[in-house]
């Protein structure tokens, strides 16, 4: 079974970094890209950051592009998030997905507020 | 950037109707498109690929359509279980871009 656990989230200050991390099992994550997507508080989806399988290709939403860093470790089955200058707009929950979006783990909220 | 015109905003029908909720994007995206059903409390779910594809257990009912730029989702008949938001995303190009979102209540 596919399982997608993220975890690192909280609350922040404004100006200040959190990295969140999703642990995936019960497939091979070297074969796979990943995504982050977030969704504010009673908002829609926003896709955030894609990673291929191999780390050769990344991609960024403007809204984070030079702010976060999507990485990934696959000897340790885990997809990474990076998040620095946060803004109070970054808050909302934030997923990740296996590459065709058919997979998602729960989600981890990160809010930011003074 | 592909821009995915999502409608209705909200929608309220009753057991047993027919409902379509619709997607227009801003350019071709062939048939790169998903719908996903989300119900409160939950993770998003895919319940259409490619535009007209049904995914692993989805129920008949649901269907999807294009024409031309327009992209629709169907429920022939609706059950209450159906209560959710539903929506789309195109996977045409990078920066993936997800529809406004279509919240479906149950009259």
């Known amino acids: 079974e596919v399982q997608l656990v993220e975890s690192g989230g909280g609350l922040v200050q404004p100006g200040r970094s959190l990295k969140l991390s999703c642990v995936a099992s019960g497939f091979t994550f070297s074969n796979y890209g990943m995504n982050w997507i977030r969704q504010a508080p009673g908002k829609g989806l926003e896709w955030v950051a894609y990673?291929?399988?191999?780390?050769?290709?990344?991609y960024y939403a403007e809204t984070v592009k030079g702010r976060f860093t999507i990485s990934r470790d696959n000897a340790k089955n885990t997809l990474y998030l990076q998040m620095t200058s946060l803004r109070s707009e970054d808050t909302a929950l934030y997923y990740c997905?296996?590459?065709?979006?058919?997979?998602w783990g729960q989600g981890v909220m990160v809010t930011v507020s003074s | 950037d592909i821009q995915m015109t999502q409608s209705p905003s909200s929608m309220s029908a009753s057991l047993g109707d027919r409902v379509t909720i619709t997607c227009q994007a801003s350019?071709?995206?062939?048939?790169?498109l998903i719908w996903f059903q989300q119900k409160p409390g939950k993770s998003p779910r895919p319940m259409i690929y490619?535009?007209?594809n049904l995914a692993n257990g989805v129920p008949s009912r649901f269907s999807g359509s294009r024409s031309g730029s327009d992209y629709s989702l169907t429920i022939s008949s609706l059950e209450s279980e159906d209560m959710a938001d539903y929506h789309c995303?195109?996977?045409?190009?990078?920066?993936?871009?997800f529809g406004s979102g279509t919240k479906l209540e149950i009259k």
């Open positions: 997905a296996r590459g065709e979006l058919g997979n």
């Open positions: 990673i291929s399988s191999g780390s050769s290709y990344i």
């Open positions: 350019q071709d995206i062939g048939n790169n």
């Open positions: 995303l195109q996977y045409k190009q990078y920066p993936l871009t």
């Open positions: 490619y535009a007209t």
